[in-house]
């Protein structure tokens, strides 16, 4: 099982970049699906996660109304769409997946992990 995520970068505060992780090695309409970030010095945290069918999204209060996550089940992906990014975005963004199907906002409820991505938001 092999989580790849990719798209971070450097943008400008208020600007957008769109994540994305590919999934191979696992049936992929079965997991649900997430996103961590991890600043320096932090420990990680929840952003947002998506249920297998895509029909239930849930968000961290910090990210609800400028992040939105999504996936294609067919082509074995999931997407984060970051706009009006601020500097306390910037982070290592994680993607993770489940097999149990819910929804869940800790490590714990995770089994497999991308190796992260960067996310840098300039001033």
């Known amino acids: 099982v092999q989580l790849q995520a990719s798209g971070g970068g450097l943008v400008q505060a208020g600007g957008s970049l769109s994540l994305s992780c590919a999934a191979s090695g696992l049936t992929f309409s079965g997991y649900s699906m997430a996103w961590f970030r991890q600043a320096p010095g932090k420990e990680r945290e929840f952003v947002a996660a998506?249920?297998?069918?895509?029909?239930?999204?849930y968000y961290a209060d910090s990210v609800k109304g400028r992040f939105t996550i999504s996936r294609v089940n067919a082509a074995n992906t999931m997407h984060l769409q970051m706009n009006s990014l601020k500097p306390e975005d910037t982070a290592v963004y994680y993607c993770a997946a489940s097999p149990r199907g819910l929804v869940g906002t800790t490590l714990e409820d995770y089994d497999t992990w991308g190796q992260g991505t960067q996310v840098t938001v300039s001033s």
């Open positions: 998506i249920r297998p069918n895509g029909g239930t999204t």
